[in-house]
Nanobody
């Protein structure tokens, strides 16, 4: 089992920045990819960024490319999401999730952290 705990959410004005953290514990050696997702009220969950646990390969959708950066600190078993130039449409609950190499879906999810961007 892997446990994921997010932190760093909050209220920020448009154009501001936030850094989210996702601390992993348990069988972290089983993690292949860790991703950040977000879900706004009344909307479907949206993929935000992923990073390979080993190797650090990253991927972003066009909606956040150039503004968001995912990174990892393997020594701390923590993944970060640096969010710059935030927009009101970035308001959502942000969750991290981990996938094992044998899985086609994300196996483990954190509880989420609220990000609110005011205009």
């Amino acid at each position: 089992q892997v446990q994921l705990v997010e932190s760093g959410g909050g209220l920020v004005q448009a154009g501001g920045s936030l850094r989210l953290s996702c601390a992993a514990s348990g069988r972290t050696s089983s993690i292949y990819v860790l991703g950040w997702f977000r879900q706004a009220p009344g909307k479907e969950r949206e993929f935000v960024a992923t990073i390979r646990w080993s190797g650090g390969i990253t991927y972003y959708p066009d909606s956040v490319k150039g503004r968001f950066t995912i990174s990892r600190d393997n020594a701390r078993n923590t993944v970060y999401l640096q969010m710059n130039d935030l927009k009101p449409e970035d308001t959502a609950v942000y969750s991290c999730a981990a996938k094992r190499i044998t899985s086609s879906v994300y196996d483990y999810w954190g509880q989420g952290t609220q990000v609110t961007v005011s205009s």
